[in-house]
């Protein structure tokens, strides 16, 4: 497993109070690159070791209090195990491009809380409504890029702090009310998409707050 690949790839600040002074100090945080983009021989098959391996060392990184950028980019991947990240909090950016996926891996669901970027793009991914079977509640940016979505049916109320949405060049011709969310609270691409002019399938805002409720 020497290709496993542990870099520090920058550091993470979040603001905390100082106790005595009541200032506002910067605390480093690291987060470190888990990387086995391009590693496609160590997933030719599925193989319980390494998902057990990766997931080793993303535990070892959270009981020291670290949080872990894990790419999986361009692995030939077809599946996540649906416990893989059971347990795992730490996981602050996912990458999940260039693979085979047909849906969201349902796993994903165990980082609702940690996720704070999610690249999915050039997969054969669907739908996004599998996104929120769980309050992905820290998600900011979503890429999912050169699919094959036709609609967007995910509920936004499961994404609430998202600001960052690349949907381009997907199947989706239709404008719901939950794409019209995206498109009034995101940064959204939606080029290479068929999608007729927007103006004429905008519905108010209450409209969209009535449709939520039904």
């Known amino acids: 497993m020497n290709r496993f690949i542990k870099t520090l790839l920058f550091s993470f600040f979040l603001l ?7 200032a506002m100090i910067v605390t480093p945080i690291p987060v470190y690159a888990l990387n086995f983009a391009h590693c496609q ?13 990766i997931k080793q060392h993303l535990l ?19 599946m996540l195990p649906p416990d893989f990240f059971e347990d795992v909090n730490n996981v602050l950016e996912l990458n999940l491009s260039y693979n085979h996926f047909i849906q969201i891996p349902y796993t994903l669901r165990y980082l609702a809380r940690s996720l704070g970027t999610l690249n999915i793009s050039h997969n054969n991914i669907s739908t996004l409504a599998d996104l929120t079977v769980a309050r992905f509640g820290g998600l900011l940016y979503l890429d999912a890029s050169y699919n094959t979505i036709e ?6 109320l499961m994404l609430p702090h998202l600001q960052t949405c690349n949907l381009s060049h997907n199947h989706i011709s239709l404008v719901t009310p939950e794409l019209q969310h995206l498109i009034r609270t995101t940064h959204i691409n939606l080029d ?7 103006s004429e399938h905008f519905c108010s805002a209450e409209a969209f707050d009535e449709a939520l409720i039904q």
Request: no cysteine; glycine share 6%.
């Open 60 to 78: 070892w990184y959270q009981a020291r209090g670290q949080l872990v950028h894990l790419d999986l980019s361009d692995t030939n991947l077809y």
């Open 41 to 53: 021989e160590l997933f030719d098959e599925p193989n319980a070791l390494t998902f057990f391996k």
């Open 151 to 156: 609609i967007i049916s995910l509920n936004p």
């Open 192 to 198: 290479g998409n068929p999608i007729p002019s927007l």
């Open 16 to 22: 905390s109070k100082q106790p005595k002074l009541g």
